[in-house]
């Protein structure tokens, strides 16, 4: 690899399975790290839900790089994760700061406890006495407007954190308008831990201009782009490879369909799953809303077939 660039794909609720993790990690080996979607309602000390507790088992199995993150105001409950990430074999914990639903936030939880610096140093002396892992945050320039995050920083910067990915939004917007680079590079000499981008990467000429905006920069955590173009991260690393895109598409989106089937027995859900990362991956073809159509009507896993044999005979970009 030729760049010093590291790239980590974000979190999505749904999507960044550990199913998806594995498909995707195998076909285009270029992600630094991976970031769960977040894991919240942790009431026992040792044990998790057999839910919760297969999906952290299978991301710890010979995953490359992935990091658990955690939803939640409550330092215990923290602290509670943390050990049990620990005991499973992760080396780092990301907190949730940045979370924009209304139902999340109302509760101070996520972005809406960005508004309360005095809270979240609360949470952090308890926290950061005995972390086991390294402790990671991702937040948004604030939540009900952007000079928030300059109260945070000082903040931010008194405590071993060992990575701060910032999303130039502010809750309220949820993904509205635009994220704010601008904003973003301005603060960036203000915080002493190591820094993360987020924010609207969707292209190599994004990259290339939001990277212009900050020479200094290494770290950079993608979501949508990566979900809208999984050779992204290569075309950003200059890995730029010359096999044929439809084919290699073709085999990734089709290894992650048997994955599914594989990993959730056969349910009829997984087309469910399978459907909302479409709803992404269909700006990859000239003409998304036909391929969303398509991908749309499927009710069982014939029709799933046969409607991607016809997807991949359109053109894609
Ligand atoms: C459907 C959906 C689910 C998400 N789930 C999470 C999550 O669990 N944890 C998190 O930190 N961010 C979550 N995010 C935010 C993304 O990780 C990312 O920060 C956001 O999309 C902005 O980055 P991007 O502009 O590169 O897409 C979610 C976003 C969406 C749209």
Known sequence: MN????IYLAPFQGITTHTFIRVYSAHFPFISKYYTPFFSKIDHDTRLSSRKEHELQQLGAGLPEV?????????????RFARICKSRGFHELNWNLGCPFPQVAYKKRGSGMLPYPEFIIEILDQVMKSMPLRFSIKCRLGYSNKDEILQLIPIF???????????????????????DNDMLAYIKPLISIPFVHNGD????????????KMPDNTKWMIGRGILYNPFLPEDILHERTDYNRMQKLHSFTNDLYLAYRFDMQDRLTILNVLKEYWDYLVNFFEDPQKVKRIIKKVK????????VKRVF?????
């Open 3 to 6: 760049s010093t660039h590291q």
């Open 67 to 79: 990091v658990p993150q955690i939803l939640s105001k409550d330092p215990a409950e923290i602290l």
């Open 157 to 179: 910067n008194q405590y071993p954190i060992h990575e701060l990915t910032i999303h130039g939004r502010i809750g309220r917007q949820l993904y509205s308008g635009e994220s």
């Open 201 to 212: 990467i969707f292209s190599l000429e994004d990259f290339k201009t939001v990277s212009g």
């Open 300 to 307: 069982n896993f014939d029709e799933y077939e046969e409607a």
């Open 313 to 317: 005979e359109l053109p894609i970009l």
